[in-house]
């Protein structure tokens, strides 16, 4: 069952249940995409039609950041739990290094995907990674071909919001992926460029704090959230 949050219907999932479901997904016939929204994407989704249809329209749709818990708690359909996309796909690679799954890179600046790899085949012995493209590409058709020749299962595509979850929509099935996973900034983690925040600031929820920190320029996507709690507060009282 979904819970709606401003329009955008969030899986009521604990992590293990995400992670079972992924796995699911990616051992079923059919392309498969899963997001993983913020407030800032429920935001851009309330005035973006189109993502709005992409981020629904997903197999699977997670809870990431506190922020959406806070925004259920308030309009009193409280989510089981947060499951930052990061923790998710870690996760889920663990399964799939076991299974011996493979996987498709896409996004971020070039270098960034090859060397997300590096780390990836390290951390994860069996996983298998068949093929990395940067993010910053005109045409979709030569990057559709790339993944469907290197016959990838999941392909993460970390495009940034809402690019991503459209390009997923449309062109997920065409890659021939049986799970593609919106994740925005996570292939720069796993390169080593960006550092996640400490765990502490994850566990208080107070992520987005850190990266503001680090990175003054994002004052503006995070101011998004104290729009999105009074936004979800007004839906309840409606
Ligand atoms: N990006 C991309 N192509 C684009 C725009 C962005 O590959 O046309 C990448 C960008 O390099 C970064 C990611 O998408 O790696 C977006 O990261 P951001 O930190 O904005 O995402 P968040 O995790 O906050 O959603």
Redesign the pocket.
């Known amino acids: 069952m979904r819970v709606n949050i401003l329009g955008v219907g969030f899986d009521n999932v604990t992590m293990e249940q995400a992670v079972a479901e992924g796995v699911r997904l990616l051992r079923t016939e059919g392309g498969h995409y899963a997001v993983t929204p913020?407030p800032?994407?429920v935001e851009i989704c309330r005035a973006d039609p189109e993502a709005m249809e992409a981020v629904n329209g997903a197999d699977l749709v997670l809870a990431d950041g506190i922020g959406v818990i806070y925004g259920a708690k308030l309009q009193k359909t409280p989510l089981k739990a947060r499951v930052p996309?990061i923790a998710f796909a870690q996760k889920l690679m663990e399964r799939m290094a076991q299974g011996g799954d493979t996987l498709y890179l896409l996004?971020?600046?070039p270098g960034?995907a090859e060397e997300a790899a590096r780390n990836l085949e390290k951390q994860y012995p069996g996983l298998q990674i068949v093929g990395t493209h940067?993010?910053?590409f005109q045409d979709d058709g030569p990057v559709i071909e790339d993944i469907k020749a290197s016959g990838a299962a999941v392909v993460f595509v970390?495009?940034?919001?809402p690019?991503?979850e459209k390009w997923m929509k449309q062109n997920g099935a065409a890659t021939g992926a049986r799970l593609l996973i919106g994740?925005?900034?996570?292939?720069?983690v796993f390169s080593g460029r960006v550092q996640r925040a400490p765990e502490v600031f994850q566990r208080l929820g107070l992520e987005w704090l850190y990266r503001v920190a680090k990175e003054p320029s994002r004052i503006g996507?995070v101011a998004k959230l104290p729009l999105f709690l009074v936004h979800a507060a007004g839906e309840k009282r409606k």
């Open positions: 913020n800032e994407i996309g996004g971020a600046k960034v940067d993010g910053y970390c495009l940034g919001a690019k991503q994740m925005g900034g996570c292939l720069d996507r």
